[in-house]
């Protein structure tokens, strides 16, 4: 299920994005002999859009045009507006979500195999094979902006490869140059641990999953645990969990013709007027407004 993800637009073709079961991200390229997508994102906020924690192969550029979102990769939190870049690198987990109002992305995915052999040899892999490039931050310059907006504004039935792989090439041109490894080394043994853990949360959540049973399938202590969760989410345990679930029942209540009750069910609440009331407290609106307001008209 994927109704909650942001709307997304790539050369005219509307989607929302999608994961499997290990949390990857299904990447949509237009062309199967170039791996670089490239499309914009509208997150509503009053529709509580997000990205759930995810990961893909592809390497991501990402530029919020309006509004903020609230970030998050391999347990790093921050704010990314209009005035910097996000580069992510293959295989880190991230999230967003947005702050205070609605967001506009311009997202680019690509694969370094784009890059000429020597290229990719002799500048780029001395970067992207160090364990400390998980993802890099930088002010956004002007003629960046103008050129993403152009990019943005550009899109057709086919993807403008030669501007975007221009442009992508200077990016990367001024990460070498000053050589901002914004992010410290990752704790890839830690980082796969938690993989792990959510992927056991996202199987079981239907059911009435304990901390206990979290840290005996974990091999951990409840303290190691809670500091993962606070780490990599923010949140305790319990408390992902309960969004979590939340989380696929606003996606039920928006794609299926379910009753309260029987979602309720589904997502592990198995009283209603508990399931109702943390809803609104999430969502501000009871599970029957949500979906009025927001579901298939």
Not at 217 to 239: C, D, E, G, W
Not at 283 to 291: A, C, D, I, N
Request: one cysteine or more; a negative charge; hydrophobic letters at 35%.
């Amino acid at each position: 299920m994927s109704d909650s993800f942001p709307k997304c637009n790539q050369a005219g073709i509307e989607f929302v994005i999608s994961t499997n079961d290990s949390l990857q991200e299904n990447v949509l390229f237009l062309s199967d002999h170039f791996p670089v997508a490239m499309y914009t994102q509208h997150y509503s906020h009053a529709a509580s859009d997000y990205v759930p924690p995810h990961w893909h192969n592809e390497m991501q550029l990402i530029w919020v045009s309006e509004g903020k979102l609230a970030y998050s990769v391999n347990g790093d939190s921050f704010d990314l507006d209009s005035s910097r870049i996000l580069i992510i690198s293959g295989r880190q987990l991230h999230s967003s979500r947005t702050v205070r109002g609605d967001v506009e992305t311009l997202c680019i995915n690509f694969r370094p195999e784009i890059f000429h052999p020597l290229v990719l040899e002799h500048c780029l892999a001395p970067l992207l094979d160090s364990p400390s490039f998980s993802y890099t931050l930088f002010p956004l310059q002007p003629y960046q902006a103008a050129r993403m907006n152009e990019l943005i504004h550009a899109q057709t039935t086919t993807l403008r490869y030669f501007s975007i792989m221009n442009f992508i090439s200077q990016i990367f041109e001024e990460i070498l140059d000053q050589n901002e490894k914004a992010s410290a080394p990752t704790d890839r043994q830690e980082a796969e641990l938690f993989h792990d853990i959510l992927n056991y949360v996202h199987s079981h959540y239907s059911e009435p999953v304990t901390v206990k049973e979290i840290t005996e399938q974990a091999l951990i202590n409840k303290n190691k645990l809670t500091v993962l969760f606070h780490k990599y989410t923010a949140m305790s345990p319990i408390r992902y969990l309960n969004e979590y679930r939340l989380y696929q029942a606003k996606n039920l209540l928006l794609s299926t013709d379910q009753s309260v009750s029987e979602i309720s069910e589904a997502v592990g609440y198995h009283q209603v007027s508990h399931f109702i009331r943390q809803f609104r407290g999430s969502y501000g609106l009871s599970p029957l407004k949500y979906r009025k307001r927001y579901g298939k008209k």
